[in-house]
């Protein structure tokens, strides 16, 4: 995976978060510098492939199998957003 499959990932993030009607940063980062990057944030969004290198990390994790799947990237937002 690379940075243009972050970088879709991100803007199909991006347009999730407008669909669901939920304000969000979202922010790529390489899985060498996902560590860090990942210290304080909400949520973290990857492939299955790199899921294990995150495991322990303190954000929860969520695997999306296909980062043009729109539906799939709502869905695993919807799963870790605060139930009202």
Do not use: Y
């Amino acid at each position: 995976m690379g940075i243009g499959t972050s970088i879709l990932l991100k803007m199909n993030t991006e347009s999730a978060l407008g669909k669901l009607n939920v304000p969000g940063t979202v922010t790529t980062a390489d899985i060498s510098a996902a560590r860090g990057a990942a210290q304080g944030v909400d949520l973290v969004l990857t492939s299955a492939e790199l899921a294990d290198k995150l495991a322990d990390i303190p954000a929860p994790v969520a695997v999306v199998n296909n980062f043009m799947d729109a539906q799939e990237i709502e869905s695993a937002l919807s799963g870790h957003l605060p139930r009202a």
